[in-house]
DNA sequence: CTGTTAGCGCGTTCAT
DNA sequence: ATGAACGCGCTAACAG
């Protein structure tokens, strides 16, 4: 029942704890003979011998453990995001450890620690950099001292606007630090849409909800809605008007299956959430192990809605894209 | 960006580095003056010193991690599961690790190589109790060295069946090693069903509608279905009969909302899943903490298709009851 | 009250 | 080819 260890190992098979250790690790500069290597995978063996990661993180100053903040995992699209994730870094060699994220930085303090090798952040807030002294890695944002992989909207972005009158009041549907904002703004001016404004949703569905009926009183000529959920809202007020207020909705399509079926929806800017995670696992665990991986940008497309892909999207079990 | 250890601490609050530890455990015979104490939370808030987790396990022989066997969190249900027991485990203070069930047992050997002090092990088969020399807790199963929770489906499964005639076929349609079957069994001899047989199926989705479409083909008046996602594939089986084939279904209402809408449904035996986990954790966390907690029994009941209390259960989206 | 010491399991460097 | 010694950061037993 007590673990067994090195020593326990290195008994058993008759040779020098150090010996086993070196043949664990692969250590070039010993060679070991066919006969004690032979002995030593047998008491391995025999006594279910597994190295301690506690022993080797403080042994090693690095415990091949990844740390990630995660939103409510009740949310269908991060708990297909966690499920990713976990086997992204399973199969790089890292346990990745889930936090939930407190709206404050209790999550990432519990993960340091933990000692983990590095964070992917994605909490609802800009996490202190100053704060974390491993590497760092966001989605969808600018931070300075982190990697942020991020989706280069601008193009799909521009298709879908430029299928309306210049003189169209656009709202943005966006979350805080979302590069959204900041590609509206570009494809809005590059476009001479002067009458395109951002606004900036909270994570808390109600707070959202609010937020929304607001904006809908305003009634802009063109949605663009950044979440599955704000989407799903929308359609709720949209379907609840009787004034004849019917506004067209340009989506973000990063997961698919079971889409909310909304009227006005005119098309979908998409991107690939499985691309984006991989590259953030690639960029997170390349700085730790000090192999350098450009960030690169996710590229988006704009597809119509009554195209063929746009139906594929839309069918079937939600899944991510 | 290094990380500051206690001696640093210590070299900046001017004392010796075993004080500072003392103070942080509550060494209760170590009595510090309150201006040291100042000084050292002072140098602590200073320096952002964190204990390293990886020392205390080396020292303490516990980890305060605790390992979660898992299935896939793209199933809402495991995903709802997952997210409960992150919290549930943190408010205790301990790291919840989770690792995929791959079938055979590389998610308890990763689990374990990760010093967990205990394990929940929520996988498709049972594991191999030997190979585990933590505390060990499973659901819904008899596994000789290990902690079970369990429901008592037996009441409520005799006031579902209660409700036919003794003549009827009844097939359940169950998991490998779960308590249903025994359940089943016991209730059925005490009210004389004599033609009331168990199925075990399989977690994969493909062998399973096969497994089902074989069931039905032999008729069965009444079907008790363990699970969410057997029921829904069991409706679409019997909604693509043309036969005029109509059983009856009992289903288990271990979550709550966008029930499946399948023809026949009569009441569900129900029971509460957050309860069963928070049991699961108190368990498991008592037995690692060396504080005894019985196991006991989560109760079920039964509930009728046509009551309030089930339409409650159908409404609105999904989530744990 | 404060300091000294030993050792948890492991990997590495250096000496056989 | 094999072993001895050291220390990673921390806690606890013991000494001052």
Redesign the interface.
Known sequence: ???TTLKDVAREAGVNFTLVSKMLTNNPNARISKETRKRIEAAIEKL?Y??????R??RNGR?R?IGMVMR???N?YF??V??AA??LF?SRGY??????DDGGDGAV??L????VDGILYLGSKLPDVR?I?VPLVLNDCILDGADCVNINFDDALETALSRFDRSAVVAGLFFENSLWKNSLARVAGRLGFDRASPYTLQPDLEMRTRKLAEICAQKPDVFISSGWHTTKILGGILNADTSGYSPKIVVHANCAGAFPKVRGICGAVFSSTTEMLARSCEVLVGKIENKPTALGEIAATYIAADSEQFAALADGEF?LT
Request: charged content about 20%; overall charge positive; proline content about 5%.
């Open positions: 029942m007590s673990k279910g597994r190295p301690s990661a506690s022993a993180a403080l415990s453990a409510d995992l009740t269908a708990a297909h966690a499920n976990l086997k399973g346990q990745l450890l889930i936090a939930l303090q519990s340091l620690q933990r000692d704060k002294p899944r």
